[in-house]
């Protein structure tokens, strides 16, 4: 989800492991040289979703070691999810609603979904039972400290 902090934990992530950190966001940004808003204003929704999977797709293809911080929309391809299980440990930041609203504000933003479900709460609904069936682990940045995050994934990969 917007706001859920991929961006944020993914900076750490990289510097921590000493790994390239890949943005989507700033992946589409730079291959439209539009605001995200504008890219999902001009795409729509599902064309957004795919153009998200391609640029994913790219980055990572021929790379070993990388923090993917994707948009929040990425779980809606499915294709790409499965693509990530098999080249990466997918972790799902379980952040909750209130939180993320108080970082965002999804009236003045495109969100992927918001116009099919007609509610924040909805797509906040079905991406996180999307986020905990592909995720190979959660993480509650509320709750947890960056020093959890890293020993989780630590003793994940050893």
Known sequence: ????G???????LAKHFNLELIDSDLLLVEKFHLPLQAILDQLGDEAFIKEEAQVIKE????KENWVLAPGGSVIYSEQLIDFLKRKSLIIYLKTNS????KRIRP??????GLKRLGSFR????EREKLFEAAANLSFNPETQTEAGLLKIISSSVI
């Not at 980055?59 to 021929?62: G, H, N, R, T």
């Not at 209130?98 to 609203?101: G, K, N, P, S, V």
Request: hydrophobic content about 50%; proline content about 0%.
């Open 1 to 4: 989800m917007a706001g859920a």
């Open 6 to 12: 991929k961006s944020h934990w993914g900076r750490i």
């Open 59 to 62: 980055a990572i293809f021929l």
């Open 98 to 101: 209130e939180d993320i609203l």
């Open 107 to 112: 009236d003045s933003r495109g969100i992927v």
């Open 122 to 125: 909805a797509v906040y609904e």
